[in-house]
């Protein structure tokens, strides 16, 4: 029997309107490289206030994966659906592997150099110790800060150490003069009379840093969870930004910090909780990774971002497509 067109076209609307299944029932896993760093707050604090359950995804699990390079290899194999190591993962993208970015999650970049008290400028560390971790962001980012300043990178020498306590040693036992941490990891080291010489937040304004990842896979076999997982992460980056005291008390749980830090995490990082992204942005984070490349690689944004479960989250929040 044929179907007269406009009932099609209505059978077509009510199909595409239809609200989605009332639960995700299944392990949702969702990495981050570390725990407590504010640039993967949004991740977690959607966790924290029960977004991804009220999204319809009950059983999302939150888990630290330490290190931004395992993070990267989780999402390729498949072990996890989604993850936040942005940086790292542009090294497969350029590579041509199918990951897509679907929300931007913190766009300042929320290193700060940590010097010994005697360092005033980044010309006073010529031929010092800096720690970074080889692979990760503060080793690309760090390259960027010392290209900016028009100062080569065999200006010091590099102690490739991963993760935020191994830095905190290097500095406190003299093996190091400076090293690249995300507050809140700088916390000790400043309350012991370091310094933070320099917050690259002020140097690389408005430069997407963490993302939210999937694969093209995940896109094509679940779209109904990325969309469910991305309403939740937009919620919270909302409330984050909107809701001071929510966002202060978030950053205390996230951070296992006190009051007066989290106050001034929250002061110092509000404006970064944009879920908004663009190529142009895209590619002034990649500028950072490509540094450290010794080829140019024949990288387009605009073929790894997937928007649209974005616009649809916005449109379901209220809020306005810019």
Do not use: C, W
């Not at 400076?178 to 012991?192: G, S």
């Not at 969870?225 to 992460?233: M, Q, Y």
């Not at 929510?246 to 404006?271: F, P, Q, W």
């Not at 616009?311 to 209220?318: D, P």
């Amino acid at each position: 029997m044929k179907i007269p067109g406009t009932a099609v076209l209505v059978l077509s609307i009510l199909l595409t309107s239809a609200p989605l299944p009332a639960q995700y029932t299944k392990p949702v896993y969702i990495s981050l490289p570390s725990a407590g760093n504010v640039q993967h707050l949004a991740l977690a604090a959607a966790k924290y206030k029960g977004y991804y359950e009220e999204m319809g995804v009950p059983n999302a699990q939150v888990v630290f994966l330490r290190g931004n390079s395992v993070n990267v290899q989780a999402i390729v194999a498949g072990s996890v659906q989604f993850a936040s190591a942005f940086g790292p993962s542009m090294h497969v993208m350029f590579r041509g592997e199918q990951l897509r970015i679907l929300v931007q999650i913190f766009n300042q970049i929320p290193f700060s150099l940590v010097t010994r008290p005697d360092v005033n400028r980044l010309e006073d560390l010529k031929g010092a110790k800096i720690a970074v971790t080889f692979g990760g962001s503060t080793h690309s980012v760090l390259v960027a800060l010392l290209a900016k300043h028009g100062i080569p990178q065999n200006f010091a020498e590099y102690l490739n150490l991963p993760g935020d306590q191994a830095k905190t040693a290097a500095l406190t036992q003299g093996r190091a003069a400076a090293a690249l941490m995300a507050p809140p990891a700088d916390r000790f080291l400043l309350k012991e009379g370091f310094k933070r010489l320099i917050y690259l937040g002020d140097v690389f304004k408005g430069v997407p840093f963490s993302a939210l990842l999937t694969t093209a896979k995940v896109i094509q076999e679940e779209p109904d969870l990325v969309e469910r997982v991305v309403k939740a992460v937009v919620k919270a980056m909302i409330q984050i930004r909107e809701n001071r005291e929510e966002g202060i008390t978030m950053i205390m749980r996230h951070g296992g910090v006190d009051r007066d830090i989290a106050v001034s995490l929250y002061d110092l990082m509000r404006d970064a909780f944009v879920p908004l992204l663009n190529a142009d942005g895209v590619m002034q984070r990649a500028e950072l990774e490509i540094a450290t490349l010794k080829e140019r690689p024949n990288f387009d944004p605009k073929a790894f971002i997937d928007d649209r479960f974005l616009r649809t989250a916005l449109r379901s929040l209220g809020r306005k497509e810019q």
